[in-house]
Antibody
Framework: EVQLVESGGGLVQPGGSLRLSCAAS????????MSWVRQAPGKGLEWVSA???????YYADSVKGRFTISGDNSKNTLYLQMNSLRAEDTAVYYC????????????WGQGTLVTVSS | DIQMTQSPSSLSASVGDRVTITCRAS??????LNWYQQKPGKVPKLLIS???SLQSGVPSRFSGSGSGTDFSLTISSLQPEDFATYYC????????FGQGTKVEIK
């Protein structure tokens, strides 16, 4: 059974950093397409970043240069390092596994809340 | 980036009504279009992939159509459990979502 469990969210001051984790089970992160998708309170879904098998990374313009996506094969875990955080980064962050061709987000974690506030 | 525009932003309909939500891409995306349902406080759920492929376990009252730039999601007979927000998402390039359509039951 595919499972994704995020952790690492919390309250952080503007300009601060946070690292989110997404522990996967039932499949291997390194051989799949993985993404982070966020949802600000009361707002819609926004794709943030992707890590594709082979190590290629992609970022939304809104986080480029501030966020870094990575994976740990030994822990089968996806990460999102978030630096220079802003109030507008406040959101629930979901990790998601992309499957299919063309791809879709079939599997989602339960999400972790990041609040950027002083 | 490819922009996705959904309409309407919200709608109110009665149980049993036929409901259609449209999604327009800013450039042609072939059939690289997915639809999700999200209920309050819940994780998004994939309903339809590749424009028209119904996911396993999704009721047959949901259907998707379209290609190129214009797509639609139809609920043939609205049920009370269909109260939710629906999002389209393109996977032709870096993923982008529509702004969502909130479906309320009259």
């Amino acid at each position: 059974e595919v499972q994704l469990v995020e952790s690492g969210g919390g309250l952080v001051q503007p300009g601060g950093s946070l690292r989110l984790s997404c522990a996967a089970s039932g499949f291997t992160v390194s051989t799949n397409y993985m993404s982070w998708v966020r949802q600000a309170p009361g707002k819609g879904l926004e794709w943030v970043s992707a890590l594709y098998s082979g190590g290629t990374t992609y970022y939304a313009d809104s986080v480029k240069g501030r966020f870094t996506i990575s994976g740990d094969n030994s822990k089968n875990t996806l990460y999102l390092q978030m630096n220079s955080l802003r109030a507008e980064d406040t959101a629930v962050y979901y990790c998601a596994r992309q499957v299919g061709a063309p791809t879709n987000f079939e599997y989602w974690g339960q999400g972790t809340l990041v609040t950027v506030s002083s | 980036d490819i922009q996705m525009t959904q309409s309407p932003s919200s709608l109110s309909a009665s149980v049993g009504d036929r409901v259609t939500i449209t999604c327009r891409a800013s450039q042609s995306i072939g059939n690289s279009l997915n639809w999700y349902q999200q209920k309050p406080g819940k994780v998004p759920k994939l309903l339809i992939s590749a424009a028209s492929s119904l996911q396993s376990g999704v009721p047959s009252r949901f259907s998707g159509s379209g290609s190129g730039t214009d797509f639609s999601l139809t609920i043939s007979s609205l049920q009370p459990e269909d109260f939710a927000t629906y999002y389209c998402q393109q996977s032709y390039s870096s993923p982008t979502f529509g702004q969502g359509t909130k479906v309320e039951i009259k």
